[in-house]
């Protein structure tokens, strides 16, 4: 028999064929009705006789990387539940947004197709529906509330609304007026991350960031969540909009979440990459090379990824930092981008086009000595969480991201928290930038660890006749 891992792989692709991502019509497509003798499998349908399991769990659990199976396959069934009974929302499932079709991710072309298609669906039926285009991520929700209809952000960008709290000494600047407006929360877009390999991303004990939450990684795209089990209820509450009792967390909820949880921690990019993660739960060492056999170029991209890029994306998920390099980083993805002050200028980003540019606010912070300060950005990141800005560079929250995981990068364009390069030819050249960067502002005689291997050389950054083979290997991830 096929290894769990294998069997879950496969249900998911036939769900993926089936284009329906509802649970009740996707055991209708997944072939399963065979394994209810005959009668059609319904809800009721235990998961394991819908995925043809007949041995106990002792002996099944082997399959599941450590994870109990029975949980892991209630929590596919909640990853793809749009009706989660009984806790209302406003019927969006996790695989709405986290499409298992595309990596488990959504990009502006996904979000754009299903638009396209909804409003064809409209023209027959007007009830039609896709539970993607919720006003919640309308770009004019703020204005028109339930009546919002202006789908740019996710339609152009494949961005959703991540609604934070402002912290007490930060405001926004009303564009109208110039002056703090009464916002008490930001709106920041971010792309739909994938939870592939999540099991390697999260909090690793690696180097830690001076300030909570989260000092060694986490989950989210500024780790502001230390398990997948807090990460589903913050989805749940604020992407599927449910209802729960304030308080206290219902038993079935606790339930709901480490079953999603188990799921989660089965999703692999690939056989290799899944043999590292088992082997890393292990505490195995070494640990086996998630790489498949690399040929001459992609062997000297690699070369180059290990010195221009492991020592932010280091460790097995390639999102961990190696010390003396610190936890958290402004790669200048955020837009505006920045622009050198001299002429001819020393480092050229390419500037954010207009319909990312626009997802800008002016933000005033109050610092420490009472001062205020106003910076722009579309994104401050842990900023945002913190609230502690004004600091040297490696001691500012201020645009700060958690570091991704770059395995099976190649099938998830676009990229960066707000999708901002298009392709990993994009990426490779807007780091280029980046490592001028670093240079020109790094105070005199001091050499970061993040752009030098020897803290006397500049050494780092990847050179442009590099570039083919360094985007090569990346491929390979
Ligand atoms: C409306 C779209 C949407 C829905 C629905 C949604 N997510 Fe997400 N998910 C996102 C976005 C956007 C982020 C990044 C948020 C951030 O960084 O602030 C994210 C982040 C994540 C991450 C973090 C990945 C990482 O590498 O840190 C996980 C895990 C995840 N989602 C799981 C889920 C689960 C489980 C559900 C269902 C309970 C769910 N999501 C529902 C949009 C969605
Ligand atoms: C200074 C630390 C640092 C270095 C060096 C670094 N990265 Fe990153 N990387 C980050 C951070 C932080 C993010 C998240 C930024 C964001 O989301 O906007 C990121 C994000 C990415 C992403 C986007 C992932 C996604 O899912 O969208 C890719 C691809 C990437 N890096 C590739 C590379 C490559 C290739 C190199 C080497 C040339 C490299 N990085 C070097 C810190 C670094």
């Given at each position: 028999m096929n290894t769990m891992h294998t069997t879950i792989r496969t249900f998911l692709v036939s769900l993926a064929l089936a284009g329906s991502l509802a649970w009740t019509s996707a055991l209708a497509n997944s072939g399963a009705d065979a394994r209810c003798?005959?009668?059609?499998?319904?809800?009721?349908?235990?998961?394991?006789?819908?995925?043809?399991?007949?041995?106990?769990?002792?002996?099944?659990?082997?399959?599941?990387?450590?994870?109990?199976?029975?949980?892991?396959?209630?929590?596919?069934?909640?990853?793809?539940?749009?009706?989660?009974?009984p806790l209302g929302g406003n019927g969006r499932s996790c695989a709405d947004c986290h499409m298992p079709a595309d990596s488990f991710q959504l990009s502006p072309a996904d979000a754009e197709a299903r638009f396209q298609r909804?409003?064809?669906?409209?023209?027959q039926d007007p009830g039609a529906d896709d539970p993607l285009f919720r006003t919640i991520d309308a770009d004019d929700f703020r204005t028109n509330g339930s009546a919002a209809s202006d789908f740019s952000n996710l339609r152009e960008n494949g961005l959703i609304r991540v609604v934070l709290p402002l912290p007490p000494n930060i405001k926004l600047i009303d564009p109208a007026t110039g002056v703090p407006s009464t916002e008490t929360v930001a709106d920041v877009w971010r792309m739909v991350p994938s939870v592939n390999n999540v099991r390697l991303t999260g909090p690793d004990g690696g180097v830690a960031w001076p300030r909570d939450p989260n000092r060694s990684g986490g989950y989210q795209l500024d780790a502001r969540f230390t398990t997948l089990q807090d990460q589903a209820l913050g989805a749940l509450l604020n992407h599927a909009e449910i209802q729960l009792p304030p308080g206290e967390l219902l038993d079935f909820m606790v339930t709901l979440l480490d079953d999603m949880n188990s799921f989660e921690r089965l999703l692999f990019t690939n056989e290799r990459v899944r043999q590292l993660a088992i082997a890393a739960s292990a505490g195995a060492l070494p640990l086996p090379d998630p790489d498949p056999p690399l040929d001459a170029l992609e062997q000297q991209g690699k070369t180059v990824f290990v010195r221009a890029c492991t020592q932010c994306h280091g460790g097995p998920g390639q999102s961990t930092p190696q010390a003396p390099v610190v936890r958290y980083h402004d790669i200048s993805s955020q837009c505006p981008r920045p622009v050198d002050t001299v002429t001819p200028a020393r480092f050229n980003f390419q500037p954010c086009p207009p319909r990312l540019a626009r997802n800008a606010r002016t933000y005033e912070i109050t610092l420490a000595t009472g001062a205020k300060i106003r910076r722009i950005s579309s994104d401050p990141g842990r900023a945002l969480l913190t609230g502690f800005v004004g600091g040297q560079p490696a001691a500012d929250d201020w645009n700060k991201m958690d570091i991704n995981g770059l395995h099976g990068i190649k099938d998830t364009a676009p990229y960066f928290h707000n999708n901002s390069a298009a392709t990993l030819e994009d990426v490779v050249d807007h780091y280029i930038e980046f490592f001028k960067r670093v240079k020109v502002m790094a105070?005199?005689?001091?050499?970061?660890?993040?752009?030098?291997t020897d803290?006397?050389?500049?050494?780092?950054?990847?050179?442009?006749?590099?570039?083919?083979?360094?985007?090569?290997?990346?491929?390979k991830l």
């Open positions: 003798g005959g009668a059609p499998c319904d809800a009721s349908t235990s998961p394991a006789q819908l995925l043809g399991f007949t041995e106990g769990p002792a002996t099944h659990d082997a399959h599941c990387d450590g994870e109990s199976c029975d949980a892991a396959l209630r929590g596919l069934r909640a990853f793809f539940d749009r009706d989660l009974r909804l409003q064809q669906q409209r023209s105070p005199p005689g001091v050499v970061p660890p993040i752009a030098s803290g006397v050389n500049f050494d780092r950054a990847p050179r442009p006749e590099e570039r083919a083979a360094l985007l090569a290997y990346l491929r």
